[in-house]
């Protein structure tokens, strides 16, 4: 009868096994949370809060503005020397929100322009529009109204996010050019955003989606487009997926893209230097116009 070695002989005979070295784990890849990235988020919020304090005043239409004052010859004293014509008025401003949004978005750039002798004017459609088109074909009667009863020929139009979409489509699909002199437009997804999947029950925001037959109407031709587009656009901006769409990428439009930083989507309509910089832009004279002011490179935010 053989006996188990004792345990000291288990011992002696036993090597030490080496686990092979684990090799170390890729880092997961995370979101990084740069400083401006933050800031922008921080103001966000605090535009956000802004918006919804006044966004009660903003629901009801804005009544016709008062024409601005056409120009006439200035006083003379009956001598053809002395006779001078005053220079005439800029022509106005149809400001045109986002989307679930109303005239109340605007309060920080309209004040900026009537600052500077411009006469804005904002229009609200409806947040149960379905359809872009039926937006910009509201925008086209209001444009008209304005013309007839200013006397100016042409507008400028300021859009924000959705509000730029309907005013482009209103230029480049309904005629809009023979009327609307520089669209600037403030994060609008011109090539179609990917955000907000869960917002896409809505009919409007589908159409901003990139294919929809809104988004692929407007990449069609559009040669002689008479309208100058300036598009503000910014890397934070997290409504715009991606940031490029934000762009106007056509071969037959006039376009300028202006690059903004450190701020986000709702602070584009209402960022002091933002406000400035489409000032200047509103105010560069058109190519054939005459202008005594001094021209210079597109106004960088």
């Known amino acids: 009868m053989k006996f188990p070695p004792p345990l000291s002989s288990l011992t002696r005979l ?17 979101p990084r ?10 103001l966000e919020l605090f ?37 001078a014509a005053a220079p005439p008025s800029p022509p106005p401003v149809v400001l045109l929100h986002g989307f679930i949004d109303n005239r109340s978005a605007f309060v920080v750039l309209r004040r900026a322009l009537t600052r500077y002798g411009r006469r804005p004017e904002s229009l609200n459609y409806s947040p149960l529009t379905r359809d872009v088109r039926t937006a ?16 100016h020929g042409r507008v400028d139009v300021v859009g924000h996010s959705l509000g730029g979409l309907i005013a482009r489509y209103y230029v480049q ?10 669209l600037v437009t403030l994060g609008t997804p011109h090539g179609g955003t990917a955000v907000a999947p869960g917002a896409g029950i809505h009919p409007i925001v589908r159409q901003m989606r990139g294919g ?7 990449r069609g ?19 715009m997926v991606p940031v490029g769409t934000a762009c106007v990428d056509h071969p037959d439009l006039d376009a300028v893209n ?12 209402v960022h002091p230097t933002v406000a400035a910089a489409v000032r200047e832009v509103l105010d560069a004279p058109e190519t054939g116009e005459e202008d005594t002011r001094a021209t210079g490179a597109t106004p960088a935010a």
Not at 173 to 182: A, C, I, N, S
Not at 258 to 269: D, E, K, Q, S
């Open 14 to 30: 036993t090597h030490p096994v080496r686990l092979p070295r684990l090799t170390a784990l890729p880092r997961l890849p995370g």
């Open 33 to 42: 949370l740069s400083s401006a990235l933050l800031g922008a988020t921080a």
């Open 47 to 83: 535009v956000l809060t802004g918006r919804l304090v006044v966004y009660p005043f903003g629901l009801t239409p804005e009544r016709g503005g008062d024409a601005p004052a056409v120009a006439r010859p200035a006083a003379t004293t009956g001598h053809p020397a002395t006779t």
């Open 136 to 151: 910009a074909a509201l925008l086209g009667r209001h444009v008209e109204e304005i013309c007839a009863r200013t006397g």
């Open 173 to 182: 699909r309904l005629g809009g050019d023979r009327r609307v002199r520089t």
């Open 212 to 218: 929809s037959s809104v988004i692929e109407e407007l």
């Open 221 to 239: 031709p559009a040669p002689g487009c008479r309208t100058r587009f300036v598009s503000f656009w910014s890397e934070l901006d997290q409504i």
């Open 258 to 269: 202006v690059r903004v930083t450190g701020i986000g989507h709702l602070a584009l309509p």
